[in-house]
T-cell receptor, first 114, second 113 residues
């Protein structure tokens, strides 16, 4: 079946450190890939996405590249800020159809200290 | 900016009781979803709803669960007889006709004792 595996947390970094959160997937067909972020007390927000192999999604300094050969979509940021503290979820959506249900990973809690 | 809202933020109930979780999707959206996350586990798809009917449901969504859009604004998830293992965070989401982005609410934490 379809699944997403992401790095276990929690991850604790100092401000301006480099961030990587690993995400790999298993899917039939050609999925679209997403990173969602959940700030304390808020809903899941789409952070970035990529819809085909070699696409790079980027937003707010975060980037992730869709790697079909390694079935990965790792999230990176060069210099994290305290305001980036949140839970990050990797997710996939299969292409085709109209339902658009998402398959998520467990989430990774990131804490950035000043 | 329009947003999805959910009430209550936290619900505590006894095993065997019925609960209704409420969601107000974004007003011009047409597709609605429920997901849940048991503590420490993955966010799991429960059900999708379009045109006043269920379009897809997971194996988790058994006869104890039902969804309804009772009026033009609310979207509810009912659990008829709660079990301890129903304790989880429940997320509602909605999306428009065009584009695939789902907008999520902040979640309702359900605790079954």
């Amino acid at each position: 079946g379809n699944s997403v595996t992401q790095m276990e947390g929690p991850v604790t970094l100092s401000e301006e450190a480099f961030l990587t959160i690993n995400c790999t997937y298993t899917a039939t067909g050609y999925p679209s890939l997403f990173w969602y972020v959940q700030y304390p007390g808020e809903g899941l927000q789409l952070l970035l996405k990529a819809t085909k192999a070699d696409d790079k999604g980027s937003n707010k300094g975060f980037e992730a590249t869709y790697r079909k050969e390694t079935t990965s979509f790792h999230l990176e940021k060069g210099s994290v800020q305290v305001s980036d503290s949140a839970v990050y979820f990797c997710a996939l959506k299969l292409s085709g159809g109209s339902n658009y249900k998402l398959t998520f990973g467990k989430g990774t809690l990131l804490t950035v200290n000043p | 900016e329009p947003e999805v809202t959910q009430t209550p933020s936290h619900q505590v109930t006894q095993m065997g009781q019925e609960v209704i979780l409420r969601c107000v999707p974004i007003s011009n959206h047409l597709y609605f979803y429920w997901y849940r996350q048991i503590l420490g586990q993955k966010v799991e798809f429960l059900v999708s709803f379009y045109n006043n009917e269920i379009s897809e449901k997971s194996e988790i969504f058994d006869d104890q669960f039902s969804v309804e859009r009772p009026d033009g604004s609310n979207f509810t998830l009912k659990i008829r007889s709660t079990k301890l293992e129903d304790s989880a965070m429940y997320f509602c989401a909605s999306r428009g006709l065009t584009g695939g982005e789902q907008y999520f609410g902040p979640g309702t934490r359900l605790t079954v004792t």
